[in-house]
Antibody, heavy 121, light 107 residues
Framework: QVQLQESGPGLVKPSQTLSLTCDVS??????????WSWIRQHPGKGLEWIGY???????YHNPSLKSRAILSVDTSKNQFSLKLSSVTAADTAVYYC?????????????WGQGTMVTVSS | SSELTQDPAVSVALGQTVRITCQGD??????ANWYQQKPGQAPIVVIY???RRPSGIPDRFSGSSSGTTSSLTITGAQAEDEADYYC???????????FGGGTTLTV
């Protein structure tokens, strides 16, 4: 079955860049049927969409992140990545990667388990 | 972008029916999807495309929509349904994705 797995540092210093990767297994990231997305959840809070990317590199981002978020895709490794620059304590959250259907529903149908990232010196 | 508004908390007696609502202008044009999240776990989709249920989701979960409001209904709520529920859809442009603030369901 399809599985997504996030990886990356659990601790990032303020002003640095947070880098996460999502490994996709059981499906090709080059599928026309899906986008690949990042979502985060601040401690005790709700879900926040960060952005999504298509296999060809076309992407959309949450404007609230003010262009700090860069998504990329590596089809040869069947993975996609998130870089979030100039982080502050407000970026401390659980970060999820997820698969998004490109059909009319646009649902996040498969999620990774999530990875906690703390921003602290 | 647009916002999706949910009640922060809802409670239901065991075996009774509960409706969780999500309100937003973009829901006139785009389907709502609903996710269940239990403590320490990733969300799972329980309703997609407004009223479709993924395999493995009990049929007591259903979805509906009217105007700017989409609803998730649990008919005969069970103790294991106690969780946070989030709606999700697209904004009016269709390109941005947005979540509701979430509803904590107590059974």
């Amino acid at each position: 079955q399809v599985q997504l797995q996030e990886s990356g540092p659990g601790l990032v210093k303020p002003s640095q860049t947070l880098s996460l990767t999502c490994d996709v297994s059981g499906d090709s990231i080059s599928s026309y049927s899906y986008y690949w997305s990042w979502i985060r959840q601040h401690p005790g809070k709700g879900l926040e969409w960060i952005g999504y990317i298509f296999y060809n590199g076309h992407s959309y981002h949450n404007p609230s992140l003010k262009s700090r978020a860069i998504l990329s895709v590596d089809t040869s490794k069947n993975q996609f990545s998130l870089k979030l620059s100039s982080v502050t304590a407000a970026d401390t959250a659980v970060y999820y990667c997820a698969r998004v259907e490109t059909n009319i529903s646009g649902a996040f149908d498969i999620w990774g388990q999530g990875t906690m990232v703390t921003v602290s010196s | 972008s647009s916002e999706l508004t949910q009640d922060p908390a809802v409670s239901v007696a065991l075996g009774q029916t509960v409706r969780i609502t999500c309100q937003g202008d973009s829901l006139r044009s785009h389907y709502a999807n609903w996710y269940q999240q239990k403590p320490g776990q990733a969300p799972i989709v329980v309703i997609y495309g407004g009223n479709r249920r993924p395999s493995g989701i009990p049929d007591r979960f259903s979805g509906s929509s009217s105007g700017t409001t989409s609803s998730l209904t649990i008919t005969g709520a069970q103790a294991e349904d106690e969780a946070d529920y989030y709606c999700h859809s697209r904004d009016n442009s269709g390109n941005q994705l947005v979540f509701g603030g979430g509803t904590t369901l107590t059974v």
